[in-house]
């Protein structure tokens, strides 16, 4: 079965630092793995995708993920963390398994940027 | 704001009714998932549409149904509510279905039954 895990369910940050939020997954031959955020109230907005090429992969808001085929990991990555980038994030792998392509997500890890 | 619409933002009902949520996908996505977020589940994939058929089924139950009008907007049925139902659903629209092709979300409805 495919799968995400996002192993920590809260990450604090001082503003300023930088910040990494993390997802390991599991699936059957190469995987597209993509990164939500989501805001109090609000949908899911999305930041980012791997599919293939170059490991580092550059998103909206300065947000960026390493792809990491050895560890089976795309963590996010923000080089300055701002108070606004407090949110919950979503990992999700793209289901190629069955028909449709749905997501699967991780359970979210809810970041917290303090001043 | 990502182009797709939800209506209704909230929903209060009591158990045993039926609602319908309705979403209009981006102009030109043919795509629409349908997501249901709740503490204790996560993010669940419920049923997806492409251009008016249903694609693919996940964890949605009998009482749950689904549709995609000619004009590619989707409704979301829900019946014979149970206290269990209270979450948000999430509809999502792409281009086509094809595995690198962005989903983007919906604002949500926040279901809430009494």
């Known amino acids: 079965a495919q799968s995400v895990a996002q192993p920590e369910d809260q990450v604090n940050v001082a503003e300023g630092n930088p910040l990494t939020v993390k997802c390991t997954y599991s699936?059957?031959?190469?995987?597209?793995l993509f990164w939500y955020v989501q805001y109090p109230n609000r949908g899911l907005q999305f930041l980012l995708k791997?599919?293939?090429?170059?490991?580092l992969v550059k998103g909206s808001y300065g947000f960026e993920a390493e792809f990491n085929k050895s560890q089976t990991s795309f963590h996010l990555k923000k080089p300055s963390a701002l108070v606004s980038d407090s949110a919950l994030y979503f990992c999700?792998?793209?289901?190629?398994?069955?028909?449709?392509?749905?997501?699967?997500f991780g359970q979210g890890t809810e970041l917290s940027v303090k001043p | 704001d990502s182009g797709v619409t939800q209506t209704p933002k909230h929903l209060i009902t009591a158990t045993g009714q039926r609602v319908t949520l309705r979403c209009s996908p981006r102009?030109?996505?043919?795509?629409v998932y349908w997501y249901q977020q709740s503490l204790d589940q996560g993010l669940q994939f419920l049923i997806h549409?492409?251009?008016?058929?249903?694609?693919a089924k996940g964890n949605i139950l009998e009482r749950f149904s689904a549709q995609q009008f000619p004009d590619l907007h989707s409704e979301l049925n829900l019946s014979s509510l149970e206290l269990g139902d209270s979450a948000l659903y999430f509809c999502?629209?792409?281009?086509?279905?094809?595995?690198?092709?962005?989903?983007?979300f919906g604002p949500g409805t926040r279901l809430t039954v009494l």
């Open positions: 549409y492409y251009n008016g058929e249903e694609r």
């Open positions: 791997y599919i293939t090429g170059d490991n």
């Open positions: 699936v059957s031959g190469n995987p597209y």
């Open positions: 102009s030109g996505d043919l795509s």
């Open positions: 999502a629209s792409s281009v086509d279905p094809g595995w690198t092709d962005t989903q983007y």
């Open positions: 999700a792998v793209r289901d190629r398994m069955g028909q449709g392509g749905k997501l699967i």
